[in-house]
């Protein structure tokens, strides 16, 4: 099981990342898949997730609006698009999977680093 996540990097406030995260290795149709983040010195936090179909998706109250999550199942591909970021958005993003009704994520990706500098 592998989940690669990419495009992490350093953008001014204001800007925009689109995080992609690559899956293989397991049903990957049968799987939720979410975006965590973890800031330096702090907890890692629920960013957004989308269902198994693609069909409902979920935000943090801090991202939505500014950030959409979306996959593209034939491809085993999840994606971030995060817009008008801000300086607390700085923290490494990690993309995971969760079994359709499972409570908890099963896989976790090794994460890319956000920096948005002013």
């Known amino acids: 099981v592998q989940l690669q996540a990419s495009g992490g990097g350093q953008v001014q406030t204001g800007g925009s990342l689109r995080l992609s995260c690559a899956a293989s290795?397991?049903?990957?149709?049968?799987?939720?898949m979410g975006w965590f983040r973890q800031a330096s010195g702090k907890e890692r936090e629920f960013v957004a997730t989308?269902?198994?179909?693609?069909?409902?998706?979920y935000y943090a109250d801090s991202v939505n609006g500014r950030f959409t999550i979306s996959r593209d199942n034939a491809k085993r591909m999840v994606y971030l698009q995060m817009r008008n970021l801000k300086a607390e958005d700085t923290a490494v993003y990690y993309c995971?999977?969760?079994?359709?009704?499972?409570?908890?994520?099963?896989?976790w990706g090794q994460g890319t680093q956000v920096t948005v500098s002013s």
């Open positions: 995971a999977a969760k079994l359709r009704m499972a409570a908890t994520y099963t896989y």
């Open positions: 290795g397991f049903a990957f149709g049968d799987y939720g």
């Open positions: 989308v269902t198994w179909s693609g069909g409902s998706t």
